[in-house]
């Protein structure tokens, strides 16, 4: 007799739109959490939407992805909204003006960097002198403290120890550091002791910020889907707080690592780089530290969108050292005993299963026996045969559709880098001229069996290939797209109602 899925919650039909945070408008280099984000629920809102999508919300590092981030758990800092900070005297008119002065067309993490930590360090200093015990109703911070003890505290010490070694990777600093167990027992500077209360203070801001934009969201029909990467970087708190969950050796440098397999769009596969999980010393705690990350999640989010899927069935392992991600080899892991653990802690989560690229029979077995929606593309979808799983006839109803996603081209960019036979393709089978493509995905997604429709705001707002958030492998010129105020009005005069009347139509 067949088990039933451990979860089964999307059965209802809904659409969605898909914008991260850093994209949204502000005068302050990058989106955050203010007034940006409640005018963009209230467009859902007025739209007939009721999902917006949104990327990892992690501080980022390096190459500015919130792909690979410092923590697992923590929110980044620049998405803190400052004008709270301003109104209450945190924050000097002049100290926000600074940041006023960064681009409003695009995120410049460079100038970002050196512009809004001084201000923030400021907005601290200032608020430890108030010797206040919270701001505005933000609740206790001695009681934030308490309640993410798990792994605030390492986290905030990891990234003031970062600071003071000048910012390397944790594999370089002093021997004596380069573990939580090991730096816990060592002698802590005032300045470094002084850095990690800063750092308690941002997670502080950005968590009741968060808290009370969701709240808002709630009330507006709106729930918020977050991505949650399934491997963490290696320069994070997550490795160095619990080098034993992780493949490494004995001085903490992985002994195999992340990525996929070659295939019809990379010769060498995609070498990611990510420390591997020791799957047996997770077993042993009863998947403690996952759990504990999907409860982190779902304080941050109302549907959590499990990035890369497959890992859970078998993870794609290349020995440290390999320069392409050729020489790997598919490792079984215990998928179905990870997803019985994280359901008996949390029966009503709702999760995603982004189950795009290699997904092979094992695979689809796990996601049916979690009840995990899946994924279709419907840029993944043209110029084969009718049997192509991403071609709406072929959906199931326990299914996400999207036009595209933050790795994907915008449909309009992407349908005019198509060759003639496959645009054909594509006009034959929805029955259009092409001419308003992105729109024309968007209807198609509208009209198709998924439960679950999702569109980037790149093509509700029809833009072409300069609108691009993310383009997988290209080593910059990542993740700085950003909208202005005005376009999101345009948008929403010339098609909220049409919009939403569609969604009726359709019964979403």
Same mark, same amino acid.
């Given at each position: 007799?067949?088990?039933?899925?451990?979860?089964?919650?999307?059965?209802?039909?809904?659409?969605?739109?898909? @914008?991260?945070?850093?994209?949204?408008?502000?005068?302050?280099?990058?989106?955050? =959490?203010?007034?940006?984000?409640? %005018?963009?629920?209230?467009?859902?809102?007025?739209?007939?939407?009721?999902?917006?999508?949104?990327?990892?919300?992690?501080?980022? &590092?390096?190459?500015?992805?919130?792909?690979?981030?410092?923590?697992? +758990?923590?929110?980044?800092?620049?998405?803190? #909204? =400052?004008?709270?900070?301003?109104?209450?005297?945190?924050?000097?008119?002049?100290?926000?003006?600074?940041?006023?002065?960064?681009?409003?067309?695009?995120?410049?993490?460079?100038?970002?960097?050196?512009?809004?930590?001084?201000?923030?360090?400021?907005?601290?200093?200032?608020?430890?002198?108030?010797?206040?015990?919270?701001? @505005? #109703?933000?609740?206790?911070?001695?009681?934030?403290?308490?309640?993410?003890?798990?792994?605030?505290?390492?986290?905030?010490?990891?990234?003031?120890?970062?600071?003071?070694?000048?910012?390397?990777?944790?594999?370089?600093?002093?021997?004596?550091?380069?573990?939580?167990?090991?730096?816990?027992?060592?002698?802590?500077?005032?300045?470094?002791?002084?850095?990690?209360?800063?750092?308690?203070?941002?997670?502080?801001? +950005?968590?009741?910020?968060?808290?009370?934009?969701?709240?808002?969201?709630?009330?507006?029909?709106?729930?918020?889907?977050?991505?949650?990467?399934?491997?963490?970087?290696?320069?994070?708190?997550?490795?160095?707080?619990?080098?034993?969950?992780?493949? =490494?050796?004995?001085?903490?440098?992985?002994?195999?690592?992340? &990525?996929?397999?070659?295939?019809?769009?990379?010769?060498?596969?995609?070498?990611?780089?990510?420390?591997?999980?020791?799957?047996?010393?997770?077993?042993?705690?009863?998947?403690?530290?996952?759990?504990?990350?999907?409860?982190?999640?779902?304080?941050?989010?109302?549907?959590?969108?499990?990035?890369?899927?497959? &890992?859970?069935?078998?993870?794609?392992?290349?020995?440290?050292?390999?320069?392409?991600?050729?020489?790997?080899?598919?490792?079984?892991?215990?998928?179905?005993?990870?997803?019985?653990?994280?359901?008996?802690?949390?029966?009503?989560?709702?999760?995603?299963?982004?189950?795009?690229?290699?997904?092979?029979?094992?695979?689809?077995?796990? %996601?049916?026996?979690?009840? @995990?929606?899946?994924?279709?593309?419907?840029?993944?979808?043209?110029?084969?045969?009718?049997?192509?799983?991403?071609?709406?006839?072929?959906?199931?109803?326990?299914?996400?559709?999207?036009?595209?996603?933050?790795?994907?081209?915008?449909?309009?960019?992407?349908?005019?880098?198509?060759?003639?036979?496959?645009?054909?393709?594509?006009?034959?089978?929805?029955?259009?001229?092409?001419?308003?493509?992105?729109?024309?995905?968007? %209807?198609?997604?509208?009209?198709?069996?998924?439960? =679950?429709?999702?569109?980037?705001?790149?093509?509700?707002?029809?833009?072409?290939?300069?609108?691009?958030?993310?383009?997988?492998?290209?080593?910059?010129?990542?993740?700085?797209?950003?909208?202005?105020?005005?376009?999101?009005?345009?948008?929403?005069?010339?098609?909220?109602?049409?919009? %939403?009347?569609?969604?009726?139509?359709?019964?979403?």
């Amino acid at each position: 007799m067949r088990q039933a899925p451990l979860y089964n919650w999307l059965n209802e039909r809904t659409a969605g739109a898909l @914008l991260h945070v850093s994209s949204l408008p502000s005068d302050t280099g990058i989106g955050n =959490l203010g007034e940006g984000a409640y %005018r963009y629920i209230d467009f859902l809102h007025n739209s007939g939407l009721s999902v917006w999508q949104i990327c990892p919300l992690g501080p980022t &590092g390096f190459g500015d992805s919130p792909y690979q981030c410092f923590s697992a +758990f923590a929110g980044n800092p620049y998405f803190i #909204d =400052l004008k709270p900070l301003l109104a209450e005297g945190l924050i000097t008119d002049e100290e926000y003006e600074s940041l006023a002065a960064l681009p409003r067309e695009h995120v410049d993490y460079g100038a970002l960097y050196h512009a809004i930590w001084p201000v923030l360090g400021a907005a601290y200093q200032r608020f430890k002198a108030s010797k206040k015990k919270q701001f @505005l #109703d933000y609740g206790s911070i001695t009681k934030f403290r308490k309640a993410q003890a798990a792994w605030l505290e390492d986290y905030a010490l990891f990234l003031a120890l970062k600071q003071d070694f000048g910012g390397g990777c944790w594999l370089d600093w002093p021997a004596a550091y380069r573990s939580a167990a090991s730096a816990r027992t060592q002698e802590i500077s005032d300045s470094v002791r002084e850095a990690a209360d800063a750092h308690v203070f941002y997670q502080y801001l +950005f968590y009741a910020q968060l808290a009370q934009l969701r709240a808002y969201a709630g009330r507006q029909g709106v729930e918020i889907m977050g991505d949650a990467p399934i491997f963490v970087a290696l320069d994070s708190a997550d490795v160095w707080a619990n080098p034993e969950l992780f493949q =490494l050796d004995k001085d903490g440098h992985p002994k195999a690592v992340a &990525g996929v397999p070659p295939d019809y769009f990379a010769a060498d596969g995609q070498l990611w780089g990510n420390p591997l999980y020791d799957w047996k010393a997770h077993l042993k705690t009863d998947f403690a530290w996952w759990i504990q990350r999907i409860q982190s999640n779902l304080e941050f989010y109302d549907i959590v969108r499990l990035d890369h899927f497959r &890992g859970f069935e078998s993870y794609w392992s290349v020995p440290a050292g390999e320069k392409t991600a050729r020489n790997g080899t598919w490792t079984p892991c215990p998928g179905l005993e990870l997803f019985q653990a994280i359901r008996a802690a949390c029966p009503e989560a709702k999760l995603v299963a982004e189950d795009l690229g290699i997904i092979t029979d094992e695979v689809n077995a796990l %996601r049916q026996a979690t009840g @995990l929606p899946g994924m279709a593309v419907l840029q993944f979808a043209f110029g084969g045969e009718a049997d192509n799983a991403y071609l709406p006839h072929n959906y199931e109803r326990n299914c996400v559709v999207y036009s595209g996603t933050h790795d994907n081209d915008t449909t309009i960019g992407w349908y005019q880098g198509l060759d003639e036979v496959t645009q054909d393709h594509i006009r034959r089978y929805i029955g259009v001229s092409g001419d308003e493509i992105a729109w024309d995905f968007i %209807r198609l997604a509208i009209k198709s069996s998924a439960h =679950l429709a999702v569109f980037p705001l790149q093509d509700l707002m029809s833009l072409g290939s300069e609108a691009r958030l993310n383009t997988p492998g290209a080593p910059t010129g990542n993740w700085q797209w950003r909208y202005l105020p005005h376009q999101l009005d345009a948008l929403e005069t010339q098609s909220a109602d049409y919009l %939403r009347d569609l969604l009726q139509l359709y019964g979403r």
